[in-house]
């Protein structure tokens, strides 16, 4: 099993008010496969995200990933459950800009203490066609090389699960089609599941389920 | 208006940030303002009080009286209705039935003082054979009023203790309290002899509308010889108030640390502010408003913080002024009253002003070039400046600190070194920092995360880092240099390395007593150190060259001109010996040959003594002593070490030359059992009235409390920069902290755990303070080494204990300082925007 999400419901306190995010939501995914979620703003994706990736924790219902409970895990475990067995690439990029591109990929194996695998760092550039900018700081990238960056970045520990916010979204078309198709042809590629929040309805019909978000519900 | 209102908005809604700046700025400039306040305090004191202090208008001042001629003079520029009379001051032995004492002996006329108050108790009235003692000796004699002591060859009954003496010596510090008596009884003491050292104060009151300075100019170009000063009583305020202003220049100096150290802050903490506002500041551009007014809208905001800074820093300023007072008092007796004038108030704001303008000046500068088009492309809007520019500015700040530097040390040389030590250490700092930095990222492949990602982000984020290494640095250099420099001064005068201190030093030794007092210590079973005569002098021409009394009316004169003043305006001691003592070294020039030439004598001088008055091996020297002239030709310079605490003298005559004229000794008497000190001292005493005896370890125990009183002081001031540095690391902490957020953010994201991002920060600021304390504390050693090697001519010691104390201080602050800000930023639920 992938992803178990059973009856997860999440508020927040804004002033006196009380919003409700999400309502009972329940989703499973237990075989690989990229699933898209399309929905307004302010639907709850980023939320469900948020709660999926073990940032933030329901207020009702659980969450298992990969066979692993995350309500009952501690957050150092949480941490590092997240990152051994997750990749999570993100709109805005999110690199460490005084590392060199080849250091934000190899960065989640040094972290987990296991950088000498530098093999698959150097696999990872070479799958998103950046060999040759491996020393350049994200400063001297564009934005799709960035997200190129990132998108190796969150192969290079081979999760079986991956989590993608609008990862087109601050490209321009030409590059977002770049971008993404890297992405698909490596997820399809190693057989990793894909969540993927997104606006555009093109890159959602890619996909091999669609689901909508609507006030906090998953249909 | 509107540019105003925006600049109060940015205070009110950036608190932080604001009360950040507040903060580093008030601390910056609290003992700067202090010090100012503390230094106006004194010269009005000194001001006010300069006629009691002197006890007249003017004086009259030299080794010996004034001749008719001079007299005439005087008498003839006096204006109408002036008075004068004569105070003889000198040191001497008193002794009672039990003990004997060094005392400064003051010989008084009836009608003294002309201002000021002497006060004494049970009896006022100088009249017969009685005396008047300050309170100390009444406990040091063993004697109470009605008492007898013993002063020359008289017998003087203890008639009065001195309650309240502000008449006291212009002359500032004395070796010995004071005993009053009648002008006519000194001379019946028969204590002045041919030699003798005593110094006859003609005092005068004028009549009050008289210009006092105009008259002693007058007096000074017509009275041209060295060897009798004519002061006026403000003149004689400012030589007694001279260590004080010393001490003041060096705290002043320090305090101009703390101010760079602020700048460095105030820089460091408005540039990341500002930068973190340059969208708002493009945007404002894009509607409209002028590159200039948006640099007024930072220009008011920084004159907004200083206008709130103001006050509170005049208050704690206020708050500091005490502990002044409290040295002062150690010093001198004299109670500096604190002045609140517009003055120190208007210092206050004027520095504040100037300080945070000249740290911030590049930036606001620099936002000038905001490129709105960047708006479009969201690319980064932070503009740069032409290095031409930033060179220019440099330069132009370095010459106002320069400036500062010169009038707060009262010197150009000091002011020169200290802003080129400054600078140097700035510049060692940042270059060893950059090159040990940078080389950390080679470090990059280690098997501990924290270690590699630690060493990595050290070499990549250069600029906050140098900067916390340069402040906390600077502050650990300060911190080392006074202490290690104590310690030697200490060591030098305590004990000099390979010098035996005698335990007694004679002076007023007669020709005819040195065989008789050899003889005299021998019976008590010991040995008089060879006696060194001296014959008193004054210097009539250098080459030929008239050498004049030095007479100016400048405003601002620096140390070196003052220094140089009072050397050139007095007397001298001259000796004759055939060898050099074990004080002694030349360090040019030769030693006394034998040969008869026929020409002028020989002579050895000082070489500091030669440096002062420009002289050299081979100038021509002549001498009038005592109405006789004597030439010398100078054949060597020799350092001396004059912490030995024997006899030794600027000028040494080869033996022939001096050998008929007029002269006293000096000698040292060592090796003395502890138990018998004192009775061998009351023995001399009993049968050599005349020579005066100095307890030679009492006397280097008050100069060593003295020194490390003025130490003390200078310590004090040290460690407000470091608190300062303290402050600066606190900031530079806290707005990266604030500004790695989002990078932390994504180490959590791929795993890493709270307490190892934790680990990471503190580890970077334990690296840091460790490679700053240890540079610091390395060049703080090697500059007080220097200072003890060519300013005091002494050998540096070294002690391990402050520079341990002091990395072990450093680092565990610094340590502390970001574990606690990294536990406030991470203990926030982790939020990222996804």
Redesign the interface.
Known sequence: MILKIEGVSKNYVQGERLIEVLRGVDLLIDKPEILSIVGPSGSGKTTLLSLISGLDRPDQGGIWVLDTPLNSLSEDKLTQFRGRNLGIVFQQFHLIPHLTAEENISLPLEILGESEKSDRVSQALQSVGLTERKDHFPHQLSGGECQRVAIARAMVMEPRFILADEPSGNLDFKTSSLVMRVLFELVRAKGITMLLVTHNDELSKLCDRRLSMHEGRLC | MLILRLAWKEIVNQPRTSLVMLGTLILGLVSFVGLDLFRGAVETTLQNHSQKMLSADFVIAGRRELTREEQAIVRDSLPAKSSSHLVIEMYSMIKSSQRSRLVQVKAIPADFPYYGELDILHSDDLDGDVCWLHPELLEQLQVKVGDFIKLGNLNLEVAGVVKNDFVNSWRGMTLAPKIYLSTKNIFLSELIQKGSTLTYNHLYKTPPQTDIELLTEVLNKKIQDPALRILSHTQAANEYGQGLAMVADYLGLVTLVALFLTGVGINFIFSAFLWSKVRETAILVSLGLTRLKVVGIYFFYLCFLVLIAWVPTWLLGLLIFPYFQKLVLKILPLNVPMVLDHKSFLTAGLVGLVTILASCVLTLLRLQNVNASRLFDDR?LIPQSGKKLIAGVLLALGLVFWGLSVVMSHSIKVGSIFVASLSASVVVFWIFGYLVLKSFGRL??MRS?TL??TL??IS??LRPNLLSLISLGIGSFLLVLVPQIRISLEKDIIQPDGVVLPDLFMFDIQDDQIEKLKESISKMGYQLDEPSPMVRAKLESVNGKSFEKWTDDQTFSTREEEAEKRFRNRGFNLSFRSHLSADEKIVSGKDFTNSKSGGPAQISLEVRFAERLNLGVGDLLDFDVQGESVSGKIVNLRSVRWSSFRPNFFVVFEPGALDAMPKTYLASLGSLRPEDKASVQNRLTEVFPNISIVDVQSTVTRVRDLVGLMIWAINFMALLCMVQSFVILLAISYQEAWRRQ??W???????????KVIAINVFQSATLSLLATTVGIFLGTLASQLICRFAFNTVGKVSLFTPAVLLVSVMSVSISVTYFISVRFHSR??E???
């Open positions: 980064d990059k492949n995360f590699s990602y990595r982000s990549r984020l989002g990078e953010r994504i180490l959590k994201l791929l795993g890493i755990s709270k307490a639920r982790l990222i925007s996804l």
